[in-house]
């Protein structure tokens, strides 16, 4: 196929982001008459019977399983509440074991401190000073590690990042119908990894954690479950 001076890859806003449900070869895109998109499989194993579909319809077919992510409101404030405590349960450990830490560090150091004095004031021999000091080095390197991996952890904010996802997945619908195709294509990126295609329908394969959003709302395992859980 000739390509078009005007044409670039950008533009085919869906493109590498469905698969033939016939065939599982990738859709294309292709701007016939330098006037609309259409999209088609690539045929890749073969004549394949799947249509050739215009971009206005195949963009309205990908944005309706976006309705199958709505979470109830009250389902999200109880999720969301369930995350804080536990993050709060999480902090208020880490914040013992950092103190727990800090004063095993001071303890370490001080007495570090005090066996130099030793030392200097002829209070215990040198071999002894140099083999407590390479001991109370090794220590005090692993407690200054275990409180690095806890700073690491105290980064991670469980309940904002949930509730993000929900704000998204709540409004991603709405989101979806008022962006243009290449914005459309990115939301649809950002929650899916592909969609399978055929004459009538497209089925997405969702990414973690809307893959999992998905199958609770689809099983209506959303109202009154989450204590049993």
């Known amino acids: 196929m000739i390509r078009l001076p005007w044409y ?7 493109r590498g982001l469905m ?3 016939y065939d599982g070869c990738v859709l294309t895109g292709d701007v016939p008459k330098q006037k609309y998109v259409y999209y088609r499989c690539t045929g890749n194993r073969g004549k394949c019977d799947l249509p050739r579909f215009k971009e206005e319809v195949l963009s309205e077919r990908l944005g309706e399983p976006l309705k199958g992510l709505q979470v109830p409101p009250e389902i999200v404030t109880q ?3 369930m995350l804080h405590e536990a993050q709060s349960q999480i902090e208020n450990r880490l914040a013992q074991e950092r ?3 800090e004063s095993r560090l001071t303890s370490i150091r001080n007495r570090m401190d005090s066996a130099y004095v030793d030392k200097l004031d002829g209070k215990i021999p040198e071999d002894f000073w140099e083999r407590k000091m390479n001991e ?10 275990a409180m690095d991996g806890l700073a690491s952890t105290e980064s991670t904010d469980r309940a904002l990042d949930a509730q993000r996802v929900f704000e998204l997945t709540n409004k991603a ?3 979806y119908f008022s962006q243009d195709s290449t914005e459309k294509a990115k ?8 969609f399978s295609v055929d004459a009538l329908n497209v089925t997405p394969t969702y990414r973690y954690p ?3 959003i998905f199958k609770n709302a689809k099983l209506e395992k959303w109202s009154g479950r989450l204590d049993s859980n």
Not at 187 to 193: G, V
């Open 99 to 101: 103190a727990r830490l």
């Open 8 to 14: 670039s890859k950008q533009e085919i806003a869906f």
């Open 187 to 194: 939301l649809l990126r950002m929650m899916c990894s592909n």
């Open 136 to 145: 109370w080095r090794t220590e005090e390197q692993k407690v200054k590690s």
């Open 19 to 21: 698969i033939c449900a």
């Open 173 to 175: 619908y709405l989101l």
């Open 210 to 212: 809307f893959d999992m």
């Open 79 to 81: 999720i969301v509440t």
